[in-house]
């Protein structure tokens, strides 16, 4: 009877662990498919438009022109040139979640075009839903047909069955199994010794506190009263101060559905990257934020075209930014994007050091432009075109009730 009994069991554990496997695998194979489907089909999209433009005798204004009439599935199509400057632009970037395909020619220049997102997170659900419940249907009738193995009732699975709904409810603390109760069955001992790890690394996870993330605090921030008593300060001295903001849209989104190693990874390199186009152009970071970098440009030192120079370094950064996503759609990942916002303002500043105060008016200025602004554009306030009217093209835009200037092309040489 024992061993009947021993036999039983080893029947039992084992059709527990192979329909555990069954579902992970099924799930496994619907996940791979539904990315190597979606990824397929983006590469064909993008390759089907290349082939558009290749193979067209028009220029590049006709050929946008005769896309955006054939396919209304594209929103807009834009050139830029090997600098990422903005040539052309056809067709109206109205807010909606647009799928970005960037296109190189044979030139350097680079084709960007928004095209109406396809839907396939909900194809992609549904697919991984029926794998795990086709699946799990398995697993269900190989533990009916094993369990008529067994010589007798085996309530080792009941007392797991019995701790896992403990852990879904939240109730960690009699969740965890004594092995000595799986009696003889070696897996299902691992099986208890999994699960009451499983139970550990829960409660430990409970038990770390997320690190708080300071609020934003510009270190040239001082207050009227401080500037008034500090002997460096001269109150008749003023200039413009320029304040860039430069956003990762959808970032909460995107912090949830990719893999934290790799969104790490990616905001480490971006960061780098973007704060030397900044610092190249005279920019001071101010502050890396969670979806933002901030930085000011005429401050501490006086510079020549401030506000040039921040246009510039953030055409440039939004520029590093659409390679990164341009790489990213090539290897199947997801598309990150960003918006840019610029203001300026007349602040006093302090005699010789040149640190401004009340500095964090125009970051106020510039985090609410770059709110409100379209992604992939580099939008400024009223104040900074009219400083830089001469040397850029750009366009006005009413977002909300006030009025900015989309950035369309910056004059080559002046800084």
């Given at each position: 009877m024992g061993a009947t009994s021993r036999i039983g069991s080893f029947y039992s554990g084992n059709a527990i662990i192979l329909s555990v496997v069954i579902v992970l695998v099924a799930v496994l194979v619907s996940l791979f498919n539904s990315y190597y489907f979606t990824s397929t089909v983006t590469e064909q999209r993008a390759q089907e438009l290349a082939r558009f433009f290749n193979t067209s005798n028009q220029n590049f204004s006709e050929t946008a022109k005769s896309l955006l009439n054939a396919r209304?599935?594209?929103?807009?199509?834009?050139?830029?040139?090997?600098?990422?400057?903005?040539?052309?632009?056809?067709?109206?970037?109205d807010g909606e979640d647009l799928e970005i395909i960037p296109l190189t020619t044979a030139d350097n220049n680079t084709i960007v075009l928004g095209v109406v997102e396809r839907d396939y997170q909900s194809l992609m659900l549904s697919s991984v839903l029926w794998s795990a419940l086709i699946g799990l249907g398995i697993s269900v009738i190989l533990i009916f047909i094993f369990s008529f193995l067994s010589s007798g009732k085996n309530d080792s699975i009941e007392k797991l069955i019995s701790g896992m709904k403990n852990v879904t409810r939240g109730d960690l603390t009699g969740a965890k199994l004594d092995p000595a109760d799986s009696s003889d069955d070696v897996a299902m001992i691992r099986a208890y010794e999994t699960f009451n790890q499983m139970v550990d690394r829960l409660r430990r996870r409970e038990d770390v506190e997320e690190e708080d993330i300071p609020p934003f605090q510009p270190t040239l921030i001082t207050s009227q009263e401080e500037a008034e008593e500090d002997e460096d300060f001269e109150r008749g001295k003023e200039r413009n101060v320029t304040v860039m903001v430069a956003k990762i849209a959808d970032f909460q989104e995107?912090?949830?559905?990719?893999?934290?190693?790799?969104?790490?990874?990616?905001?480490?390199?971006?960061?780098?990257?973007?704060?030397?186009?900044?610092?190249?152009?005279g920019g001071v970071i101010e502050a890396l934020l969670k979806d933002e970098i901030v930085a000011f440009f005429n401050a501490p030192e006086e510079q020549v075209h401030p506000e040039l120079k921040a246009?510039?370094?953030?055409?440039?950064?939004?520029?590093?930014?659409?390679?990164?996503?341009?790489?990213?759609?090539?290897?199947?990942?997801?598309?990150?994007?960003?918006?840019?916002?610029?203001g300026t303002k007349l602040i006093p500043v302090y005699g010789e050091s040149g640190v401004p105060h009340g500095i964090k008016d125009v970051t106020d200025m510039a985090r609410n432009i770059s709110e409100v602004a379209p992604i992939w554009r580099v939008i400024v306030s009223s104040e900074v075109f009219g400083l830089v009217s001469e040397y850029v093209e750009a366009r006005e835009l009413r977002l909300g009730n006030n009025s900015y200037y989309s950035i369309l092309g910056v004059e080559e040489g002046v800084v």
């Open positions: 209304p599935d594209i929103i807009y199509v834009q050139l830029l040139n090997p600098q990422g400057v903005l040539q052309e632009s056809f067709g109206v970037e995107l912090s949830n559905t990719l893999n934290p190693s790799e969104f790490n990874t990616f905001l480490a390199d971006y960061r780098k990257a973007a704060s030397t186009i900044i610092s190249n152009y246009i510039s370094s953030a055409v440039e950064v939004l520029q590093l930014l659409a390679t990164i996503t341009r790489e990213r759609k090539l290897e199947g990942k997801t598309a990150i994007s960003g918006k840019i916002g610029i």
